[in-house]
């Protein structure tokens, strides 16, 4: 990956195609989480000066420092859920060995608390803090160690707030148990039930009636085929085709070849590479394979997933017959044609990818594993 620096231009071209990963402040504001955020007062987070993807974050809660695709994770696991309950609202929760298996009543009763957590606390929980520092000063913090991290933070910053003052609160009970001890009719267990008539299913209910829009002998006219609405895997697939260099998307692979011979892309390219160009260079031209696009194509018809497709650049050449490469902003790597397939299909693409985009849905031990 360090070679493709040399170039400035294809650096920013690359740059402008990476996605972005998901940050926790997107998934504490998308309106279809499901999963609430607790204790993101005791979220601390450290951010780079004029390079904003590099940051750590430290909570102070279970005295931890996180890389960025741990954050999301660690706020939704139970460990931090337990360590919030136990300093928030003390013995609303037995220890954390007597709950082995998570079932559908334990998330259920975990999530009535955090509502509850969010009626009492309000936008308190929300509060994450953030702290910008230098390049220098930020290489030079111990994010390794979260007590030196800590520690050295409050010395640069001043600020002894960055620890959150906890104020226990009562013990949380389920509502539902609430209102049974308080003999809540509305909730009681012994529902009245009143009677009603037999039902019948309609299509018997149609025909009794000689109902002829329900018959069961439906009529057809010779030489007309019922009409069929199947929807092939191409037709439905969402992967476009983008030239990069042009800020253009095509639907198939036609639009794009047919691109690459008109005067607009051959002026963005020289606009672009006309310092590494080497014009002395065999200049006749060729039509680039893709064999990414062909890749695609192969999994829809097969029915398999393409992983990681929207996180892969191919970069290719029209001026002469050199193998197109490919870089991988989930791994951070770049290779060649020839080593695609064996790329899209190792277990070290399907954790990067899953790490990069869903980080909190990653097994357990892989972001560790990972190295990342």
Request: glycine share 4%; proline share 3%; charged share 20%.
């Amino acid at each position: 990956m360090g070679t493709l620096s040399e170039n400035d231009k294809l650096v920013k071209l690359l740059e402008a195609a990476r996605p972005k990963r998901m940050m926790i402040q997107t998934y504490q504001r998308d309106s279809s989480r499901k999963h609430p955020l607790l204790g993101m007062q005791h979220v601390v987070e450290c951010i780079c000066a004029g390079s904003t993807e590099r940051r750590y974050y430290l909570c102070t809660l279970c005295n931890l420092t996180l890389a960025t695709h741990m954050i999301i994770r660690h706020v939704l696991s139970f460990d931090h859920i337990s360590s919030y309950f136990k300093a928030w609202h003390p013995s609303t929760l037995l220890s954390k060995e007597c709950y082995g298996d998570y079932t559908e009543s334990f998330a259920s009763m975990i999530l009535d608390f955090a509502k509850q957590t969010e009626e009492i606390h309000g936008t308190a929980n929300s509060d994450m803090k953030q702290v910008i520092l230098q390049p220098a000063i930020f290489k030079s913090v111990n994010f390794t160690s979260y007590t030196n991290a800590l520690k050295e933070l409050k010395s640069i910053t001043k600020d002894e707030s960055l620890v959150t003052n906890i104020k226990p609160g009562n013990k949380l009970v389920m509502k539902e148990q609430e209102s049974i001890k308080k003999g809540d009719n509305k909730r009681s267990l012994n529902t009245s039930m009143e009677p009603g008539n037999k039902l019948v299913m309609k299509e018997q209910e149609s025909i009794k009636k000689g109902d002829n829009k329900r018959s069961l002998n439906t009529s057809m006219e010779p030489g007309n085929k019922p009409e069929c609405h199947t929807v092939s895997a191409e037709s439905a697939s969402s992967y476009k085709l983008r030239c990069q260099n042009c800020s253009v998307v095509f639907e198939t692979i036609y639009q794009y070849v047919n691109h690459l011979s008109k005067r607009q892309h051959k002026e963005m390219f020289t606009k672009s590479f006309a310092d590494a160009w080497d014009h002395g260079s065999d200049q006749r031209g060729s039509t680039p394979f893709l064999g990414l696009y062909k890749y695609v194509k192969e999994c829809l018809r097969q029915k398999s997933p393409a992983v990681g497709v929207s996180l892969v650049v191919t970069c290719v050449t029209t001026q002469n017959q050199a193998q197109p490469f490919y870089v991988c902003f989930a791994c951070k790597d770049c290779f060649h044609e020839s080593s695609l397939w064996l790329h899209f299909g190792s277990q070290k693409h399907l954790l990067h990818v899953l790490l990069y985009q869903n980080p909190w849905q990653a097994p357990s031990r892989l972001g560790q594993s990972s190295g990342l």
